[in-house]
């Protein structure tokens, strides 16, 4: 059974830093690109960063600079490392992993950036 878990969510002030983690399982992981996704109330999901198996990565203007995504897959993993937070990054976070037609999404872990 495929699943993906997300943590690492919480509370943090403006210009603060947070890292997300993604575990995954049940999938050939090394094969599956793997992104982050966000969804702030009132808004649509949105790209964050993603991985390919290889290494590959791809950010949203929003993300760049102040975003790093990385995997390990020796360990069925990928992160998010967040620095430099906004208020405007407060969302629901979720980890996808895509492989052709396959698709899985985490339930999402809360990051709220507030003084």
């Known amino acids: 059974q495929v699943q993906v878990v997300e943590s690492g969510g919480g509370l943090v002030q403006p210009g603060g830093s947070l890292r997300l983690s993604c575990a995954a399982s049940?999938?050939?992981?090394?094969?599956?690109?793997m992104g982050w996704y966000r969804q702030a109330p009132g808004k649509q999901r949105e790209l964050v960063a993603v991985?390919?198996?290889?290494?590959?990565?791809n950010y949203a203007g929003s993300a760049k600079g102040r975003f790093t995504i990385s995997r390990d897959n020796a360990k069925n993993a990928v992160y998010l490392q967040m620095n430099s937070l906004k208020p405007e990054d407060t969302a629901v976070y979720y980890c996808?992993?895509?492989?052709?037609?396959?698709?899985?999404w985490g339930q999402g872990t809360q990051v709220t950036v507030s003084s």
């Open positions: 991985i390919t198996g290889g290494g590959t990565t």
């Open positions: 996808n992993a895509v492989l052709g037609t396959i698709d899985r």
């Open positions: 049940g999938i050939a992981f090394r094969l599956y690109t």
